[in-house]
């Protein structure tokens, strides 16, 4: 992938306007005309589009908390003092259950009848 083709898709990552992009990354590039059917080619190569692909993916990765970081922030809260009692105790259960403190197993025996009941039968 060129620069060009890079700062392309650094653009169009910021808004996901192609045309826009493509304008940022070829300044010489003066028609929103031919902006746009360049965009439109540069999204279908294949190089643009899996960094492109892959750049969405790392931003979307990092608005989602793992399970570190939601053990980090509910410690933070049952030991922060200045918190409500009831905030500690809330979190503190909910530490309970990342860890699978609160999962009740029940085994559950038993016979239970099954009935097929039919329609009507096919007829040859």
């Known amino acids: ?7 392309f898709a650094d653009e169009y990552i ?3 306007n192609a ?5 940022a990354a070829y300044p010489a590039v003066k028609k929103t005309e031919t902006a746009m059917a360049n965009a439109s080619r540069l999204l279908r190569n294949a190089k643009v589009k899996a960094y492109i692909d892959e750049q ?30 009831t905030d500690r105790l809330k ?6 259950k990342l860890e699978g403190l ?19 039968e096919l007829e040859d």
């Open 19 to 23: 045309t826009r992009a493509y304008l």
């Open 14 to 16: 910021i808004d996901c």
């Open 1 to 7: 992938m060129t620069n060009k083709q890079k700062k």
């Open 56 to 85: 969405l993916q790392q931003i979307s990765n990092a608005k989602i908390a793992d399970a570190k970081e939601r053990r980090e922030f509910y410690s933070c809260i049952v030991r922060d003092a200045a918190q409500k009692t």
């Open 91 to 96: 979190a503190g259960e909910m530490l309970d």
């Open 102 to 120: 609160h999962t009740q197993k029940i085994n559950v025996e038993g016979i239970v009848p099954v009935v097929i009941s039919g329609g009507d």
